[in-house]
């Protein structure tokens, strides 16, 4: 019986232990989770440390937004964090979070079931305007948009991305609102780094936040001849020589290249075929070490006309016919006038023909000279007898 005993202190003891052994990997929920908008952008999230550990236990949190996969985020000892959220960049006007607690990594272990929150943005989202864009110039930028509804009351805001308090701080109104037929558009007094900037569009019941598009406006293209060369040259973008490249796309004779230039150059030469049509395209681009923003193609600028072999062959394409036709038409004439003698006139062969069963296979020659005369024939005067009904004809009967 003891031994029986025995047995069963033992499993019980081991049970325990393993009990013991797999909550030593696994932490208890954060809890209480919050979060407050500090602005539109910005927003506080918060949690409490889970119930029945020790202050002092060393335990870090991890964070993982569900809507954005790669993202993962190590919180040692803080119950808190501040976090950018856009609603254009996923368009969503919802994210959630999952917050777990941890001992060391953020691999999140199976059996660690994390605290969920859902963040929803202060405002519905709306998608409020279209094709925003923003052109740069010296310390201001022009920005435009299409609205989506043109009867709805929008106001812009902007500010430097950060999370900070005096960034949070720094947001401004958008400034000399203007409408410039199908686009409206304002400017934002900030620089130096458009890639660096925040944009809040919003209504009374609407609003969306993103990073707005940032080009750089298309240079204006002149071509020049030079001796056997042509010159390119174009205005120099005013984010400087050391920011600056560009790239140049020239058709020759319908076949494409195109060509960067050094960095801050404004100009290029291209050798010259005299018998090519070129079309030239450019475009600016900011380089890697600036902004790294671009500018769209400039309008094609066509230079010289094609003369080449294709143009000789729709030449003789057309000429020839033309001048073969003009041959026939007039051989036919000269064949008209002279017809006499080069084209005797052909007896009629059906009136051949006809003499032929006519008088026999005999005299084929007299039929040339013998023409056919209708002879009369003989006619008998009709004799009309009355008969009567007692005539001897009908006894004969
Ligand atoms: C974020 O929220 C926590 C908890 O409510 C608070 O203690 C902290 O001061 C907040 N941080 C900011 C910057 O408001
Ligand atoms: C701003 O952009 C609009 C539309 O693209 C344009 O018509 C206007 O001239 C620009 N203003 C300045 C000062 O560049
Ligand atoms: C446009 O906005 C006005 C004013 O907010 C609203 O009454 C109207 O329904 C909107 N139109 C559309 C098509 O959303």
């Known amino acids: 019986m003891s031994l029986i005993r025995g047995f069963f202190v033992f499993v019980a003891i081991s049970a325990d232990i393993m009990v013991f052994h797999c909550k ?32 002092n236990s060393g335990i870090n949190y991890c964070l993982k937004k569900i809507e954005d996969k790669s993202e993962l985020q190590v919180h040692e000892k803080k119950l808190q964090t501040i976090e950018t959220l856009l609603t254009e960049t996923k368009g969503t006007d919802s994210w959630t979070y999952n917050i777990w607690a941890t001992g060391e990594n953020c691999n999140q272990p199976n059996e660690t079931v994390p605290a969920m929150l859902t963040i929803r943005t202060p405002k519905p989202r709306d998608k409020l305007v279209k094709d925003f864009k923003c052109f740069p110039s010296l310390n201001k930028m022009n920005c435009s948009w299409i609205p989506a509804n043109r009867s709805q009351n929008l106001v812009l805001y902007y500010r430097i991305k950060g999370r900070m308090q005096e960034d949070i701080q720094s947001l401004k109104k958008c400034d000399k609102p203007y409408s410039n037929g199908e686009r409206n558009g304002c400017y934002l007094h900030i620089d130096p780094e458009p890639k660096n900037i925040l944009v809040l569009v919003e209504t009374d019941t609407a609003m969306i936040t993103f990073i707005p598009v940032i080009e750089l406006p298309p240079p204006k293209l002149s071509v020049k001849e030079e001796g056997d060369y042509l010159k390119l040259s174009w205005n120099a973008s005013n984010f400087g020589k050391q920011c600056s490249e560009y790239e140049v ?5 319908n076949s494409p290249l195109c060509q960067k230039t050094g960095i801050g150059e ?9 018998n090519c049509q070129y079309e030239f395209k450019s475009r600016v681009m900011t380089t890697e070490s600036c902004f790294s923003i671009n500018s769209t193609f400039s309008e094609p600028v066509i230079y010289g006309t094609n003369k080449t072999p294709d143009e000789t062959l729709t030449v003789v394409a057309i000429v020839i016919p033309i001048i073969l036709s003009a041959c026939v038409i007039l051989s036919c004439y000269c064949f008209r006038r002279h017809s006499a003698i080069i084209c005797p006139v052909i007896p009629d062969p059906s009136a051949v023909f006809k003499e032929m069963i006519m008088n026999g296979n005999s005299d084929l020659k007299a039929t040339q000279t013998k023409l056919y005369t209708p002879v009369p024939e003989p006619i008998e005067p009709c004799k009309i007898i009355l008969v009567s009904e007692n005539s001897p004809i009908q006894q004969n009967n």
Do not use: H
């Open 24 to 55: 030593a990997d696994r932490y208890p929920q954060p809890w209480n989770l919050t979060y407050e908008w500090l602005d539109k952008f910005t927003v506080n999230i918060s949690w409490k440390k889970p119930i029945g550990l020790a202050d």
């Open 266 to 274: 404004p100009s290029m030469k291209v050798i010259y075929d005299k």
């Open 249 to 253: 796309c020239f058709s020759k004779c």
